[in-house]
């Protein structure tokens, strides 16, 4: 009899998690099951690291692999949550619209004027005008230099 119960918790369970989208989303996304594979191998590193029989608060304060690692496990959970709390139409939807090239082109434009000297010259004379390029020539004379018999 508790056979025959566990077993048809266990189909309910089944048909449960069938039921579920997170559930759906997890078995269909290869990014979410990739970004969670990568969180857990990168939390078993740290944790290898730290059960590695150094003293734990030196692994946690000193340990910049172990630093690594939790931050890695960190940024893969985070990218996997933001993955599955995404419908699947926004999943899906084409990334880099109009503003996003506009931007691409407004820091290529920025780095060619910043590191190319005559097309900044021709931006700047485009939009200010030629410089003039003149000789001075002073209009008034010198003065005269006082003599060596005056005192001043």
């Known amino acids: 009899m508790a056979k025959k119960k566990k077993a048809a918790a266990a189909v309910g369970a089944v048909e449960a998690a069938r039921a579920n989208p997170y559930v759906q989303r997890v078995v269909e996304d290869d990014e979410i099951r990739d970004n969670v594979r990568v969180a857990f191998e990168a939390a078993r590193d740290a944790y290898d690291r730290l059960a590695n029989g150094k003293a734990v608060s030196k692994t946690l304060t000193d340990d910049k692999k172990f630093h690594k690692d939790l931050q890695a496990a960190a940024e893969a959970l985070k990218d996997a949550g933001a993955s599955l709390s995404k419908s699947p ?27 190319s000297a005559d097309l900044r010259s021709k931006v700047l004379d485009a939009l200010f005008g030629a410089e003039e390029e003149f000789d001075y020539t002073s209009t008034t004379a010198p003065s005269a230099a006082p003599t060596a018999g005056t005192a001043a």
């Open 89 to 115: 139409k926004k999943a899906k939807k084409r990334k880099g619209g109009f503003g996003r090239k506009l931007l691409l082109l407004g820091v290529g434009a920025g780095l060619a004027l910043a590191l």
